[in-house]
């Protein structure tokens, strides 16, 4: 199996594939080079499975606090405020999206 900097990938009884989020020292918050092994490993796995039937994917969790502490959230919402909080980000999205998105 390909070894990646961001994940583990272990294949188990020659079915099952093992795949471990391995950015530890922030939770494994997700960053770009976690996402392009991620995506590398997911074409491969589309151009062949070979005799895998099953992927798991595992890692630490990580609260979203220590997500915002670490830069990958904006802001925390209280439940009451959260729907709000979710239009108006929306709305900003769609206020400044691309022509060709428009």
């Not at 922030?26 to 005799?51: F, P, R």
Request: hydrophobic content about 45%; charged content about 20%.
């Amino acid at each position: 199996m390909k070894s990646y900097a961001a994940i583990l990938a272990e294949i188990i009884d020659g079915h099952l594939l093992k795949v471990t989020m391995n950015r530890p020292e922030v939770g494994n918050a997700k960053n770009t080079q976690m996402g392009l092994d991620l995506l590398d490993l997911w074409t491969g796995l589309i151009d062949d499975t070979g005799d895998l039937r099953c992927v798991i994917l595992t890692g630490k969790p990580f609260t979203a606090a220590q997500a915002l502490e670490w830069g990958v959230l904006h802001r925390l919402c209280e439940p009451d405020e959260l729907m709000p909080a979710v239009l108006e980000t929306a709305q900003a999205m769609c206020d400044n999206a691309p022509l060709s998105a428009k």
